[in-house]
Every structure is written in C-alpha cells, then in structure tokens.
C-alpha cells in the first residue's frame, strides 16, 4: 500500500461509515460467504436444498459442495455450522447428524452426509456439472486428487522430519503434483477435461488451493512458480466470480490448518521463514496467492470497511486492549485503509491492532483483495507504534476464532 508522507485525524465512526459500501445483494447477488439464501433468480418455493457449512468457510469438504451449487445455480438454503477446532457443535445440528460431521445436505428432506455421496445424489437430482463423477476417467482423477493429498499431508504434517526426510517428502508430492500437472496439459484450454470447468476440476479446488498456501507458509515451496499448469488453472479460476466468492487468502489457510490437520511443520528453512514472514505481515504474495488483487483498490477498501464497521462493537469487546481503549487505535487504521494516509494511533497500540490483523479470515469476513489492504492497513498503523506483537496464534484449536461473538441475529 502506497503511503502519502502527511498525517490525518481519525475519522469518527459516524465519517466511516459513510464511507463504507453498500452491503451486496447476498440472495441473487455474487457468491457470498456471508449468504444463508441463494435463489440466483428463482423464487423461494424453489428451494428444495439445505447445505450445512461451517461458519468460517474453513472446511473443504463444504467448499467442494458450496462451489458445486454455486456453479451449477441451484437455489439453496444455507445453515452455518461451528467446526470443532473453534468452538462447540450446535446441539441442533447434533440431533440431525450426531457424528457432527460436515458439510451434510438435506434434499427434499432427505439428509445427506459426506460429499461424495452428497455431489453422487446433486447429480442425479439436478445433472453432472460437466463430466459425471462416476465415469471411469472421473474416478480416475478422484484417486489421483486423493495420492495429492496423501502426499501433501506426510510432507507438511510429519513432525520433526530429518533433511533426508523432508527432501524425500518434497519428492514424493513432486511426483504427484506433476501428474496433475500432466493431467491439465492434455487439453488445450486450463481446464481438466474440455473447454469449461467440470466437477472434477472442483474436486481439486480445495485442497489444492491450501497446498499452495500452506507449502508457502511452512516449507517455503512456491507452488504456483514451480508449477505453470496449474498456475494456468488457478488463473482460470480466478477469473470466475463464483470461485473469487469462495478462495480463501494465505494467512488464514495457514493459521486455520493446523488445529484441522493435526499440526502443521515448517521446515525451518530461510525460504519458508521469508514467505510466512511477508505473510503474517499481511503482504500477501502477490501472484503467488492470486492474481485477481489488482482491482479497483478503492472500491476493495469500502468493501473491507463496510464489513468492520458492521462489526465494530463485537470487535473492540473482543480486543485485549478492551473496547475503550481500542475504539481510535482502530478508527486510525480504518482511516489509514479509506484515505490510503498514515493515521498515527495512540502509544501502545501496536499489539491491539495485530491481534486483529490475524484474525480477519477470507472469505468469511470479505474478499481476498478486501483482506489484503486491511491486513496492510493494520499492519502499517501498528508499526507507527512499534514492533509489539499480539500472542501468537493458537495451533491446537482457534477458540480465539468462536464465531457466536459476531452472529447478528434479526
């Protein structure tokens, strides 16, 4: 983010929020995590279908059966979720699927676990998404997507690897990342198999997308660099609304993984410390984590400012700084974000505004260039005070993350 060499007054919470962008039309609108009804356009008698997900946008499973429906416009309800790793499952939701598990589905009633089975049972309501999932170069290609993550999960999730061992363990996901890469060369376009995305294209989207955060962050592998096939694929996909509503950012695949995985091991090298190191600054890493952040900038920021100060009590009651204290530390970044000038906030704020900048989690919140200038924002407030940090993340759970402090209930 460009600074201007002079100083601004923070703005009153009355001036942001004027500044902020009207909320988007969630129902008929572009892909939102925010949504609980899609229609795209269809009444609501329509609607026959109930996705359970999780409330952060967090799980893949969900985000497989969430871009399906999204691709495939089939009106849907949307019924939120709290995963384990951030705070305790809705008791009603245990009285429907009692395992917890997620994402479920409830078609004409009928209640539906695991996603295979649940995009098994789309298709035959609604039609495949390009090629069926049960054709013979479909289950093909779900076995080789399940070899990616078996060898993405022994490099990244193995603790305490030797050399020897993390050189093995590159090889091993280099193996395998190379035949998908082989599997996307065969066609002419980006896509896997013809000329648009099919389902087995977003079968890989999930996990995909965290290997190319998560090998950044914590082995230093630039996935996207090393790989031009599917850099192509991502480029694709990005270009489509539907999946820009959906793709999360680096920093939150990075901190919201390991209570999922079990733990996730750096390899301690000078690539992997420089890469996580622009992250958790909320540098991001450009054309590495996406190529759609070179948007209209302003707009992005109004977008980012309108979904703080929708939230801005539950976000100073939570600060470790308190309420008070927090109240013009924040409004000076949020300045910072609107007028693109430093906002010098009070002495003793850095810590505040950092422990905020690591909790904003894409796209739950906002947008990945929405995410990208707030991070910035916060990042370059806080260091008008200091070099203080905020407690490090959890890695066991992210209780800090409970997302029952932020519903807004009618």
């Not at 009106?75 to 395992?99: A, D, H, N």
């Amino acid at each position: 983010m460009l600074l201007s060499s002079e100083s601004a007054e923070p703005l009153s919470w009355s001036e942001l929020a004027g500044l902020a962008k009207a909320e988007p039309n969630r129902i008929d609108g572009p892909t939102s995590a925010q949504a609980t009804l899609r229609l795209f356009g269809q009444p609501e008698s329509s609607v026959n279908v109930t996705l359970y997900r999780d409330h952060h946008a967090w799980c893949p499973y969900c985000q497989k059966i969430w871009l399906w429906l999204e691709f495939k416009r089939i009106p849907y309800r949307i019924r939120k979720v709290t995963m384990r790793c951030y705070g305790p499952k809705e008791q009603w939701f245990l009285q429907k699927v009692p395992s917890g598990m997620l994402p479920a589905l409830e078609l004409h009633g009928q209640l539906i676990t695991e996603s295979d089975v649940i995009l098994l049972a789309l298709e035959q309501k609604f039609g495949p998404l390009g090629m069926a999932i049960t054709a013979p170069e479909a289950l093909e290609l779900r076995r080789l997507e399940r070899l990616l993550f078996q060898a993405w999960c022994i490099w990244l999730c193995s603790p305490r690897l030797s050399t020897r061992q993390q050189a093995l363990a590159r090889e091993q996901f280099q193996g395998i990342v190379q035949r998908f890469e082989s599997e996307l060369n065969q066609g002419e376009g980006p896509w896997l198999r013809g000329p648009e995305l099919q389902t087995v294209d977003l079968i890989f989207v999930p996990y995909v997308e965290r290997m190319n955060a998560s090998l950044a962050y914590y082995k230093g592998y630039r996935m996207r660099a090393e790989h031009p096939a599917i850099d192509r694929w991502f480029r694709a996909l990005e270009e489509l609304e539907t999946y820009r509503g959906t793709q999360s950012d680096f920093h939150t695949h990075a901190h919201d993984l390991p209570p999922q995985m079990g733990g996730c091991w750096s390899d301690d090298g000078p690539e992997a410390q420089r890469l996580s190191e622009r992250i958790d600054r909320g540098d991001g890493l450009g054309e590495d984590e996406a190529c759609w952040y070179a948007v209209d900038q302003a707009n992005q920021a109004a977008i980012a400012l309108s979904r703080v100060v929708r939230h801005q009590q539950r976000l100073r009651n939570v600060n470790p700084m308190g309420a008070q204290a927090f109240d013009q530390p924040l409004r000076c970044a949020l300045t910072q974000l609107i007028r693109n000038t430093p906002c010098p906030p009070p002495s003793g704020s850095a810590a505040g505004l950092r422990y905020l900048r690591d909790r904003i989690s894409v796209p739950r919140d906002m947008p990945l260039p929405a995410a990208r200038l707030l991070r910035q924002a916060l990042e370059a407030t806080a260091q008008l005070d200091g070099p203080e940090q905020a407690k490090p993340l959890p890695v066991r759970d992210r209780f800090d993350q409970d997302p029952g402090l932020f519903l807004i209930r009618s």
